[in-house]
């Protein structure tokens, strides 16, 4: 738990915290001298084992769990537009996070699955078995990848599941899918600005393709509505799952007085 941290580890992630904070808030207020600075490292025609090399340093953040991976998305739409940098980002996603499963499958599995069963977690344990409903589990797996929550717990949360690879890897589609036009779309959106700002013009407002940011701001709207309706449905089939168990552990005599109660 977070209380058991040692002062190192705090001051790590105080640090990282700290570092990621400074970078969000200089990118926001300066946001021509940030493309700038991304326009640096790209060359003027991108060819494939350029796009080859970006999709596997975005692999390898998601799979260290490093934020650089969201910039780099956002650079593939900057780069190759919404379209084509929507299926660059599908195919770093999906396999970041396929690998990431099969890693956490072989390293993590058994002792987690261990610990939650033998220690006392009662709601971890309720929501691991509704996730493996042999019924479900698909739904189930692309629903919960739409949950905003922490990186690590959606790509690596799923490898402690007794479900087949393939349920889980393709439950990663409809997610990735999702997020890849989310970031290419806010990537094209600077697409112009970064073309002008490359070829020494002066940039406004207007150079902004007020399309693609409106396909951004849809696009997250929906994925926040939608996470708290999936979080809401999560909860009642938690409320379920205990009433379920209460009615079993109590006397058949006594469910008609509980109901007529309730």
Known sequence: TLRGCSPLLWCGIVSLTGVIAVCIGWVATHPLQAIRFVLLFIPAEPGPAWSGVLCLVTIGCIICMVPVWVPLCMVAGLIFGTLVGAAHNFVAIWTGSTL?????????????????????????????????????????????????????????????????????????????????????????????????????????????????????????SITMLLSAYLYVQFMKKLREEDSQLILQDTPPEEIPRMMSVA
């Open 100 to 220: 990431s499963v099969v890693i956490g499958r072989y390293f993590f599995r058994e002792p987690i699955r261990e610990r939650l069963f033998n220690g006392d977690f009662p709601t971890s344990r309720r929501l691991l078995l509704i996730l493996e409903d042999e019924n479900h589990s698909l739904a189930y797996q692309i629903c919960f990848r739409f949950l905003i929550i922490p990186l690590f717990v959606r790509n690596y949360g799923p490898s402690v599941l007794d479900i087949p690879l393939w349920t889980i890897s393709l439950g990663c589609v409809p997610h990735a899918m999702w997020v890849s036009v989310l970031f290419a779309s806010l990537g094209d959106t600077f697409r112009s600005v970064a073309m002008l700002l490359r070829e020494g013009h002066d940039v406004s407002a207007d150079n902004i393709k007020w399309q693609s940011l409106l396909i951004f701001i849809l696009s997250a």
